[in-house]
């Protein structure tokens, strides 16, 4: 048998870790390991990681605005590699962007940004939209989301900012 992969897109970019190994392991033990990576190779929040580039997975699994996620495992008994399990999840809309890579979730009480929007400490509240600039929050204060022409380029290239003012992203 071959092992494929076969991935519906969503509507925005959505992130990705992925577990090999030789052996099976219990889905705890992957995400663990992926988390891990806070400690060693380290993570100080608000600087980021100790070893650049080092700890991806672990901001990923933590990421404040990834809501929907996914996760498969496939055995390739035929591969060539020793690793015979392929453990993925993704995560969507994707972590680890630059803007926010040092704070890749906001400290403070649970639900703080989402009082009327939060069960058993999480926010329900997340917003079906990405900003595709980092300075969408100046851009918007600057022009608004329409109907000037420049504010219906900033509603276009910032729809986070513009549809989502009570919600997480």
């Known amino acids: 048998p071959v092992c494929l992969c076969l991935c519906e897109r969503a509507a925005f970019g959505c992130g990705e870790n992925l577990f090999l190994s030789s052996a099976p392991f219990t889905w705890e033990h992957a995400i663990r390991d992926w988390f891990n990576e806070v400690d060693s190779p380290g993570f100080d929040y608000g600087k980021g990681a100790r070893t650049p580039g080092a700890v991806g997975h672990y901001?990923?699994?933590?990421?404040?605005?990834?809501?929907?996620?996914?996760?498969?495992?496939?055995?390739?008994?035929?591969?060539?590699?020793?690793?015979?399990?392929?453990?993925?999840?993704?995560?969507?809309?994707?972590g680890n962007l630059n803007t926010r890579l040092t704070r890749p979730?906001?400290?403070?009480?649970?639900?703080?940004?989402?009082?009327?929007?939060?069960?058993?400490?999480?926010?329900?509240?997340?917003?079906?939209?990405?900003?595709?600039?980092?300075?969408?929050?100046?851009?918007?204060?600057?022009?608004?989301?329409?109907?000037?022409?420049?504010?219906l380029i900033v509603l276009g290239y910032c729809p986070a900012s513009c549809r989502c003012a009570d919600k997480i992203y």
Do not use: H, I
Request: charged letters at 10%; aromatic letters at 14%.
């Open 59 to 94: 901001t990923q699994v933590v990421w404040y605005s990834s809501y929907q996620v996914g996760c498969a495992v496939t055995y390739c008994p035929n591969s060539e590699s020793v690793y015979k399990y392929l453990y993925v999840c993704q995560y969507c809309p994707q």
């Open 105 to 151: 979730y906001d400290l403070g009480e649970p639900c703080a940004l989402c009082p009327n929007s939060c069960d058993n400490g999480q926010c329900t509240n997340p917003c079906p939209y990405v900003d595709g600039y980092s300075n969408c929050k100046q851009m918007k204060a600057a022009y608004g989301c329409g109907p000037s022409k420049n504010g």
